[in-house]
């Protein structure tokens, strides 16, 4: 699983840095990216869902592996 | 709740935020509003008002600078004189492309990293406050706490004298929660309001120091040192933005666990809930209604909008649409799927969002900790302000 965050809808609530360190970074503007180019590792996936279903924004983008 | 206007007897062609009704208890409103063809109340008081009460529609309007302007979120009888796209406290009443440079300012100060440094400061005033009534046994939530924390720390970001706390929030009753006032009213108070900043500025440009009112006196933007209208405007958006409304969301959060044993329970015994649910609370209790004004008439899904009508943006009732959320209507703590729009959509998204988060869990964190029971004192003494900020004004809390 990959998480990404898209950069033009991202507004910074840092809902997604809050709720999954390990995956997310906010730059000194608020802005989130995601953390060792969006590779999710094992046991976190869930961690990834949840930061993806609080972005008021919709920003927040998971790729499932095929 | 000043009640200077006719009581409200249809809700859907005579709306009116500042009705006690509507301060007192706004759910079924909103839930009637929603459940019409059309989820659009509108009203001629105020020169004209539109409600949109759907999360849909909100979203729309929030994320639509070109047809909705900025240029004033605050309803008022009146319209505000400074133009667009600066508006008269940026950024929040700016619109593109003003609005990018003046917010991304501000923003550093408001990082998670930089909100992080104010915590000890927080708590230890948290601390205070509850010493300050120590062995009483009833409390008022909001006035005895929720009211003097947000207060407390942005005057010390903005370096003003912290011992001025009353005066801010007067100002802050006046300004937001006053709105039915004639206009000369207003214009008064804004001119009290005017000449304390001018004073504080004044004392920053004789003395500068490492505070916020100083990084504004300082900043630039695009080159060129900011206007002073704008380093004022922005102060007094700082110093009004934070305070009603992080009080108000203490004061909900407190309300909500004073009534709600079981939840209380749950959050003192599983203590590592309270991010969560401090966005549900957020969610289920959001204190903000902010306002545009339509730019030009249209025509919006059947609405004849006027130029220059306002347009309420009420995310408390996008945060209860059931088309946007399950159970929208009860507070789940562990809510796992919580898009909530307490601190707006799109380019306007609260910038002190992080500071008023970490404002929430230490003041629920503190209070938790000392009084681990309480309950409502006196559940029909509780008062909620009114306007385009919700929060409990009067809290009576049993602790002892
Ligand atoms: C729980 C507390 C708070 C809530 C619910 C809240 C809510 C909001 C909302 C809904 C907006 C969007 C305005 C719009 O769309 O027009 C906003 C903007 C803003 N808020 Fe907050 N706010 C809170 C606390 C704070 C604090 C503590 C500060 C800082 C001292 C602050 C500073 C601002 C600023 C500067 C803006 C304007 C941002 C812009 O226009 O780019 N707020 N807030
Ligand atoms: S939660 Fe969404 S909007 Fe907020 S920082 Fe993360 S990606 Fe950006």
Same mark, same amino acid.
Request: hydrophobic share 40%; with cysteine.
């Given at each position: 699983?990959?998480?990404?965050? *898209? !950069?033009?809808?991202?507004? #910074?609530?840092?809902?997604?840095?809050? +709720? @999954?360190?390990?995956?997310?970074?906010?730059?000194?503007?608020?802005?989130?990216?995601?953390?060792? *180019? !969006?590779?999710?590792?094992? #046991?976190?996936?869930?961690?990834?869902? +949840? @930061?993806?279903?609080?972005?008021?924004?919709?920003?927040?983008?998971?790729?499932?592996?095929? | 709740?000043?009640?200077?206007?006719?009581?409200?007897?249809?809700?859907?062609?005579?709306?009116?935020?500042?009705?006690?009704?509507?301060?007192?208890?706004?759910?079924?409103?909103?839930?009637?509003?929603?459940?019409?063809?059309?989820?659009?109340?509108?009203?001629?008081?105020?020169?004209?008002?539109?409600?949109?009460?759907?999360?849909?529609?909100?979203?729309?309007?929030?994320?639509?600078?070109?047809?909705?302007?900025?240029?004033?979120?605050?309803?008022?009888?009146?319209?505000?004189?400074?133009?667009?796209?600066?508006?008269?406290?940026?950024?929040?009443?700016?619109?593109?492309?003003?609005?990018?440079?003046?917010?991304?300012?501000?923003?550093?100060?408001?990082?998670?990293?930089?909100?992080?440094?104010?915590?000890?400061?927080?708590?230890?005033?948290?601390?205070?406050?509850?010493?300050?009534?120590?062995?009483?046994?009833?409390?008022?939530?909001?006035?005895?706490?929720?009211?003097?924390?947000?207060?407390?720390?942005?005057?010390?970001?903005?370096?003003?004298?912290?011992?001025?706390?009353?005066?801010?929030?007067?100002?802050?009753?006046?300004?937001?929660?006053?709105?039915?006032?004639?206009?000369?009213?207003?214009?008064?108070?804004?001119?009290?309001?005017?000449?304390?900043?001018?004073?504080?500025?004044?004392?920053?440009?004789?003395?500068?120091?490492?505070?916020?009112?100083?990084?504004?006196?300082?900043?630039?933007?695009?080159?060129?040192?900011?206007?002073?209208?704008?380093?004022?405007?922005?102060?007094?958006?700082?110093?009004?933005?934070?305070?009603?409304?992080?009080?108000?969301?203490?004061?909900?959060?407190?309300?909500?666990?004073?009534?709600?044993?079981?939840?209380?329970?749950?959050?003192?015994?599983?203590?590592?809930?309270?991010?969560?649910?401090?966005?549900?609370?957020?969610?289920?209790?959001?204190?903000?209604?902010?306002?545009?004004?339509?730019?030009?008439?249209?025509?919006?899904?059947?609405?004849?909008?006027?130029?220059?009508?306002?347009?309420?943006?009420?995310?408390?009732?996008?945060?209860?649409?059931?088309?946007?959320?399950?159970?929208?209507?009860?507070?789940?703590?562990?809510?796992?799927?919580?898009?909530?729009?307490?601190?707006?959509?799109?380019?306007?998204?609260?910038?002190?969002?992080?500071?008023?988060?970490?404002?929430?869990?230490?003041?629920?964190?503190?209070?938790?900790?000392?009084?681990?029971?309480?309950?409502?004192?006196?559940?029909?003494?509780?008062?909620?302000?009114?306007?385009?900020?919700?929060?409990?004004?009067?809290?009576?809390?049993?602790?002892?």
């Amino acid at each position: 699983m990959r998480v990404r965050v *898209d !950069g033009d809808k991202c507004q #910074g609530h840092n809902r997604c840095y809050s +709720l @999954a360190p390990e995956l997310f970074d906010v730059d000194d503007y608020g802005n989130a990216h995601e953390l060792n *180019d !969006g590779v999710v590792p094992p #046991g976190l996936e869930e961690k990834a869902r +949840l @930061a993806a279903a609080n972005c008021p924004e919709y920003a927040v983008i998971i790729e499932e592996d095929a | 709740m000043t009640g200077n206007h006719p009581p409200v007897t249809d809700w859907s062609v005579d709306f009116d935020h500042a009705d006690p009704t509507y301060a007192a208890d706004p759910y079924p409103i909103w839930e009637e509003i929603r459940g019409r063809g059309c989820p659009v109340a509108h009203s001629d008081r105020y020169g004209g008002v539109w409600f949109p009460a759907t999360h849909e529609l909100v979203s729309e309007i929030a994320y639509d600078t070109e047809r909705f302007t900025s240029r004033s979120v605050l309803v008022t009888e009146g319209r505000p004189l400074a133009p667009a796209p600066q508006g008269i406290a940026p950024p929040i009443s700016s619109d593109p492309p003003f609005h990018h440079g003046a917010r991304r300012l501000l923003l550093p100060a408001f990082s998670p990293k930089a909100i992080e440094k104010l915590e000890p400061f927080t708590r230890a005033y948290c601390h205070e406050l509850l010493d300050a009534v120590a062995g009483r046994e009833v409390i008022d939530g909001a006035v005895d706490y929720s009211q003097h924390i947000p207060v407390r720390v942005i005057a010390k970001m903005l370096g003003f004298p912290l011992e001025d706390a009353d005066t801010f929030r007067k100002f802050v009753h006046d300004v937001l929660e006053s709105v039915d006032l004639p206009i000369e009213r207003r214009l008064e108070n804004f001119l009290e309001l005017d000449a304390y900043l001018t004073a504080q500025v004044e004392d920053h440009l004789a003395h500068p120091r490492d505070d916020l009112t100083s990084f504004l006196l300082d900043a630039e933007m695009d080159g060129a040192p900011l206007q002073p209208e704008h380093v004022g405007g922005t102060i007094v958006l700082l110093l009004l933005a934070g305070i009603d409304t992080t009080w108000s969301a203490i004061g909900s959060s407190l309300w909500h666990l004073a009534g709600h044993a079981a939840d209380r329970q749950r959050l003192v015994a599983e203590p590592e809930l309270l991010p969560l649910a401090i966005e549900e609370f957020l969610r289920a209790y959001a204190p903000v209604t902010m306002a545009r004004l339509v730019v030009d008439d249209m025509d919006f899904h059947g609405c004849p909008m006027k130029k220059d009508e306002w347009v309420l943006l009420p995310f408390p009732s996008a945060n209860r649409d059931p088309a946007a959320f399950d159970r929208a209507d009860e507070v789940i703590l562990d809510r796992e799927e919580n898009r909530h729009a307490a601190f707006g959509l799109g380019i306007h998204r609260c910038a002190g969002s992080n500071l008023a988060r970490m404002e929430m869990r230490v003041a629920l964190e503190v209070w938790l900790e000392r009084f681990p029971e309480f309950s409502l004192a006196d559940p029909a003494g509780v008062q909620w302000s009114g306007g385009q900020v919700r929060g409990p004004r009067v809290l009576p809390i049993h602790v002892g």
